[in-house]
């Protein structure tokens, strides 16, 4: 329930992205592999999780990181525009989104997950006091 009122999604969009965690690209396959069950340093993602009005391929809620891997569908001049939109639209909800091609992830996968890695933890370390008076 509580789930419910942070992310009211439509059950349309839940089944949805249900049915999207059978229909995994290798690469996806493989990164959350990886990244389940805390394999990362710890840190909990969650796959094909919606935010309406969209679903994201990765999720480390703790850093609001979204991971997208995007195979050759993404290559398009008008799916990378729909992309930089939605992308655009969830940064303006406070997530980062880090995209990679699923080739890139799958040769070698350790430099996304270094830089996933990376990226969660600059958004999940709390600054120091006074860190605004740093110069």
């Given at each position: 329930?509580e789930?419910?009122?942070?992310n009211?999604?439509?059950g349309?969009l839940?089944?949805?992205?249900k049915?999207?965690r059978?229909?995994?690209?290798r690469a ?12 990362l ?16 391929d990765?999720?480390?809620p703790?850093a ?12 398009t ?6 992309d930089a ?11 980062e989104?880090?995209r990679f091609?699923?080739?890139a992830?799958l ?5 996304t997950l270094d ?6 933890e ?10 605004d008076?740093?110069?």
């Amino acid at each position: 329930m509580e789930h419910e009122k942070r992310n009211p999604a439509s059950g349309r969009l839940r089944d949805f992205a249900k049915d999207q965690r059978s229909l995994a690209t290798r690469a996806e396959a493989l990164f959350w592999s990886q990244v389940r069950a805390g394999r990362l340093s710890g840190h909990t993602f969650k796959r094909q999780v919606p935010i309406t009005p969209y679903i994201v391929d990765l999720l480390c809620p703790s850093a609001r990181l979204i991971v997208e891997l995007d195979g050759e569908p993404h290559d398009t001049v008008e799916r990378r525009r729909r992309d930089a939109t939605r992308d655009a639209w969830l940064r303006s909800q406070t997530f980062e989104i880090m995209r990679f091609s699923n080739d890139a992830f799958l040769g070698p996968p350790q430099r996304t997950l270094d830089a996933a890695l990376a990226a969660v933890e600059r958004r999940t370390t709390p600054l120091p006091p006074n860190a605004d008076r740093i110069a």
